[in-house]
């Protein structure tokens, strides 16, 4: 080793064709200073260690350097001898990601070092609440730098994290801070030390989206949030993700109670079901990846990271077998892919000689990988476009040209290619044993398809029969193309095996199953979504046997289908602040662009809907948590709408309006459904001699950009009906008027709907405003019989309205329903808060029911089980609209006893 370097000198003088000279960044580093080739002949016999790295630091820094100098020339140094050691045969791959993965743990280390002490001069020592012990940051490498596989050019994906929370230890003259700003600042002046870029370059590009919440969330987390987020919010990919966590500092003990945290949300116990989709779900992202960089940049060569066969895969490879069976084998946790590869090998998981031959194919294309960044010291995967350059790296490798590395190269990713496609064409063809199907397209098919489905165990086989060949022969089907046909045959085959288990709803099922697949047969990128992903295609005629809603709903919006990909994304609890920004920044990103705006508005509004909607009917979420949440979604969505919009106004007179959307009815109540309309009413409070048109024109185009039909369908269906005058009346009304109309003009109904009114979105300060004229108004006295009088009567009249000629009962309309209970509270509200402010409350029937009960204004025990009465209706309500049913109506004898209470409590008060 130590001749080949010292021949380096002459090298550079008279061989400008060696290999290690081909590399750009070691031409120029050699050139900018003439002792710089002796710099490398001195470490020639070095092992390139940690010790020789604090050697190489500590002479740079005696020279004058500030450790941040030293350590960008030390990289520098270090890189250089990487280069001429690899591209001379004196080193593997082995010891060139070895090496610049330790060099990086150097470099963490070594800077906290320093910067700590700083931090510990400034405000003391971190104490940990709980136990009163000294608190340190870990640093957390993150996926090749947690594998010890790091790139030469490679970026460091960091984690921060420390044990518990508290406050540092603060002397006279230090200022105290909480653990976690004093963390969160050294973290920030880590960051800065390590990849600020000098004119000694960098040490490190960091990147720190891996963490929890990604760039959204705070930079450290205590262990507790840590614990948290892998409860309710870690998501599919994150297991991923956190297998390569490696701690580079931190106490021994602190590190070995994160993994106790950590490896809980990464390893299951069993091969769960969750693990397989998530195998199809990456599978499915790895070849999105590809199809968009080579669309977006079709002049580009190959990339041997993410392309087909590329070296992405080899790892999948690898990591999906430490998620599946790595709860079960401790061995298989390792966070190396060569060495996970080998234990699969060992363990009998995977054939010898194909790990054998991946382990070939993975070491080529990170040699590949290596020489294309050593060209200039980027970080890049992807052969460039200039043929020179393509040129050199062949000669790089060993090779004349490029046609010689090709000929070396494009076998090896395809045979990578060709075991990532087995293993997962393995695991999905041996997951269910089917009967064999009939051919749909047999001019007999009905006979065969009768025969067939008697034989599953289907009942009504007849209608079914003549159901599918009539879809079959549609003419809708039969102009697909093949491949198309293959696909529906298959999906159809695979929905009846799967109905066949079930004892019911399979007539209902397939029927609605049917409907869509003639809705989406067109679009051959949902067919083949639901053909490589078989649990998409289960959760989906699982959702469409729970509701025939959902079923028409995905019917409307089969852009959803995406979200039956990842379970865990599905049953997600929603991050409403991450909602709502990302929906801000997309709307801010489309500013001019209405129609792209109408459309995320409606994609993400959808998808986070169907989410919800995924949850209910699997019982996650009670209705009224359910109401809660559609409430909180629709309230994101109108105040998105209400800037979006005022945005696109010309001659605005202001950045931000002073107009507020006011929300009754089931918005104003918090107990919003699937497909309800929201009852708003527009103030606004400016003097400016435009702001009535402005306003104005803003209301209507919030309306517009609300009801309007769009290829992504349709937000919200908007009521006016309850502005002050009704429909004679303005459509935004200042805050002076509003007040004077409900204080001297408003009918007694427009005050029982104050009662469920409630600010939505817009300006705070109208907001605030509104729900103080709300609580004056509610409670001003009122003669009691007066009161009852007019609330008996406009019940009658709406009663009288919508008159049930059925048999059955309407859990709306009918005495004792729905509406009933929810005049008792308004005539409750309007009666008593006067006296007893809190009821002007905006917490709900139930709580108010209940509330009145406390203060003994209605018989307790009356009150709670008109209460339970209340939640009951609305369950039986929310389960009928489920199926599709515009009318909420039960055979009566299913209620009789339920509505008893509330019939009481109306006769009691209102009669």
Request: glycine share 6%; with cysteine.
């Amino acid at each position: 080793m130590n001749s080949s370097l010292t021949s380096l000198t002459s090298i550079a003088l008279s061989n400008p064709q060696h290999p290690a000279l081909r590399s750009r960044f070691l031409r120029r580093w050699l050139n900018a200073k003439e002792t710089r080739i002796h710099e490398l002949e001195n470490i020639a016999q070095l092992s390139l260690s940690k010790a020789v790295f604090g050697e190489i630091l500590q002479n740079e820094m005696a020279q004058g350097a500030s450790l941040s100098a030293a350590m960008r020339r030390t990289r520098n140094l270090l890189l250089s001898s990487l280069i001429v050691r690899d591209l001379n045969g004196s080193a593997n791959l082995h010891e060139v990601i070895t090496t610049i993965s330790d060099f990086a743990g150097f470099v963490v280390q070594t800077h906290l070092q320093q910067l700590m002490s700083e931090m510990l001069a400034m405000h003391g020592q971190p104490i940990g609440e709980e136990s009163g012990e000294a608190q340190e940051l870990i640093v957390l490498g993150m996926g090749k730098l947690g594998g010890h596989e790091l790139n030469v050019s490679s970026d460091i994906d960091l984690i921060f994290c420390y044990s518990e929370n508290g406050e540092t230890q603060a002397g006279p003259e230090q200022r105290e801070l909480s653990n976690h700003e004093f963390f969160s600042r050294l973290g920030k002046k880590l960051i800065a030390a390590i990849s600020e870029i000098t004119e000694d370059g960098f040490s490190f590009r960091v990147d720190m989206a891996l963490r929890p919440n990604g760039n959204s969330g705070p930079l450290v987390a205590s262990f507790g949030m840590v614990e948290d987020y892998f409860l309710v919010q870690g998501r599919e990919w994150e297991r991923y993700a956190w297998v390569k966590a490696r701690a580079i500092t931190g106490k021994a003990e602190h590190i070995a109670v994160l993994g106790k945290i950590i490896h809980p949300f990464v390893y299951r116990r069993y091969l769960d079901y969750g693990v397989i989709d998530s195998l199809r779900n990456m599978h499915h992202q790895i070849r999105a990846e590809v199809v968009r960089q080579e669309t977006r940049h079709p002049d580009r060569g190959i990339n041997v990271k993410l392309g087909r066969g590329g070296i992405r895969e080899v790892e999948f490879l690898a990591q999906v077998f430490q998620l599946i069976r790595g709860g079960r084998e401790p061995i298989l946790r390792d966070r190396s892919t060569r060495k996970t590869l080998n234990t699969l090998a060992e363990k009998g998981i995977l054939d010898q000689q194909v790990v054998a031959q991946l382990l070939l194919a993975y070491t080529f294309l990170r040699d590949v990988e290596h020489r294309l960044q050593y060209l200039d010291d980027a970080q890049t995967h992807i052969f460039p476009s200039n043929l020179e350059d393509q040129h050199i790296v062949a000669q790089m490798m060993g090779y004349a040209d490029v046609s010689a590395l090709n000929a070396v190269l494009i076998p090896h990713m395809r045979f990578v290619a060709e075991q990532f496609d087995a293993i997962f064409k393995d695991k999905s063809d041996k997951e269910t044993e089917q009967l064999e199907a009939p051919n749909l397209s047999d001019p007999d098919a009905v006979e065969t398809i009768e025969l067939h489905l008697q034989t599953l165990g289907f009942q009504e086989v007849k209608s079914l029969a003549q159901r599918l060949a009539s879809t079959w022969r549609s003419g809708k089907m039969q102009s697909l193309s093949e491949s198309s046909q293959q696909k529906v045959s298959g999906l159809i085959n695979s929905a009846l095996n799967i109905l066949a288990k079930r004892t019911e709803g399979q007539t209902d099922s397939l029927q609605r199953l049917l409907d869509f697949l003639e809705q989406i047969a067109r679009r051959s990128a949902y067919l083949s979504l639901l053909s490589e992903f078989p649990h998409a295609l289960e959760r989906l005629l699982r959702m469409m046997s729970a509701s025939d809603w959902a079923a028409k709903f995905l019917n409307r919006h089969p852009i959803l289908l995406d979200e039956l990909l990842d379970e865990s994304v599905l049953h997600q609890v929603p991050d409403w602040s991450s909602f709502s920004a990302e929906l801000h920044h997309q709307l801010q990103q489309q500013n001019g662009d209405i129609e792209a705006q109408l459309d995320s508005l409606r994609e993400m509004h959808h998808a986070l809907l169907f989410r919800l909607l995924a949850q209910d009917l699997e019982g996650r979420l009670s209705v009224e948590h359910l109401a809660d949440a559609l409430s909180k979604l629709a309230d994101i969505v109108v105040d998105a709408v209400v800037r979006a919009v005022w945005q696109s106004i010309p001659n605005r007179h202001r950045e931000r309006p002073r107009f507020a959307v006011i929300a009754y009815g089931k918005l104003g109540g918090k107990e919003l459904s699937y497909a309800s309309d929201l009852d708003v009413i527009f103030l606004y409070d400016d003097e400016d001699q435009e702001a009535p048109a402005l306003y104005a024109k803003l209301a209507q185009r919030f309306i517009t950009w609300m009801t309007s039909h769009t290829s992504a369908g349709v937000l919200f269906d908007i009521d006016i009906a309850l502005r002050p005058d009704g429909a004679s009346g303005l459509m935004v009304s200042s805050i002076k008027s509003f007040e004077k109309y409900q204080e001297k003009s408003a009918w007694l109904w427009e005050h029982q709907a104050l009662t469920r009114a409630r600010f939505c979105a817009g300006d705070q300060e109208i907001g605030e405003r509104f729900e103080r004229i709300r609580e004056q108004v509610l409670r001003l006295p009122r003669d009691a019989d007066n009161l009852q009088s007019e609330v008996s009567s406009m019940r009658k009249k709406m009663r009288d309205a919508n008159v049930n000629r059925s048999d059955l009962f309407d859990l709306k309309h009918d005495h004792g329903g729905m509406i009933d209970i929810e005049f008792i509270v308004q005539y409750l509200v309007l009666r008593y808060a006067h006296d007893y402010p809190d009821l002007t409350a905006n917490i709900g029937n139930i709580a108010l029911l209940k509330r009145c009960g406390e203060l003994q204004l209605i018989d307790p025990t009356l009150a709670v089980e008109t209460a339970n009465t209340y939640r009951i209706l609305r369950k039986y309500q929310h389960n009928i609209r489920l199926q599709g049913e515009e009318k909420a109506r039960v055979p009566t004898d299913k209620v009789a006893q339920v509505i008893l209470a509330s019939q009481a409590l109306w006769n009691t008060l209102l009669t």
